[in-house]
């Protein structure tokens, strides 16, 4: 049995989208739940303050989703989509894919669609 991380980390790397546009990937690991509030704080900032953002939230290294968690992930999805951007929660570990499924939040486990070269899920998701 692995040790569960007591702990979340969020890495971010910028890619390029269509001329004019600019995307964000983010890779979660951890836990993701109250406590990674604090480390979620920056995304959520330059999500808040970049207009049209294309975001990919990697959920592959994620060991634990709460539903404080899936409230995290709900604020940053409806704040690039209040801002005209674009969002996909891709690399879905099964556990959290149960988890997500489970609970019923249809907006963090439709397939992505292609746009921009990048990746982004429905408004209506």
Same mark, same amino acid.
């Given at each position: 049995?692995?040790?569960?991380?007591?702990?979340?980390?969020?890495?971010?790397?910028?890619?390029?989208?269509?001329?004019?546009?600019?995307?964000?990937?983010a890779v979660l690991s951890g836990r993701v739940d109250h406590a990674a509030l604090p480390s979620l704080t920056p995304l959520l900032r330059r999500?808040?303050?970049?207009?049209?953002?294309?975001?990919?939230?990697?959920?592959?290294?994620?060991?634990?989703?709460?539903?404080?968690?899936?409230?995290?992930?709900?604020?940053?999805?409806?704040? @690039? %989509?209040? &801002?005209?951007?674009? /969002? !996909?929660?891709?690399?879905? =570990?099964?556990? #959290?894919?149960? @988890? %997500?499924? &489970?609970?019923?939040? /249809? !907006?963090?486990?439709?397939? =992505?669609?292609? #746009?921009?070269?990048?990746?982004?899920?429905?408004?209506?998701?």
């Open positions: 049995m692995r040790p569960t991380p007591s702990h979340s980390t969020i890495t971010l790397h910028p890619f390029a989208t269509a001329p004019g546009r600019c995307g964000l990937r999500v808040a303050d970049a207009p049209a953002l294309t975001v990919r939230v990697d959920l592959g290294r994620v060991d634990f989703l709460d539903s404080c968690g899936i409230g995290i992930l709900l604020a940053l999805r409806n704040a @690039v %989509l209040d &801002r005209g951007g674009t /969002i !996909a929660f891709v690399n879905h =570990p099964p556990r #959290i894919r149960r @988890v %997500l499924e &489970r609970s019923r939040i /249809i !907006a963090l486990t439709v397939s =992505p669609l292609a #746009i921009d070269d990048g990746v982004a899920l429905p408004a209506a998701a």
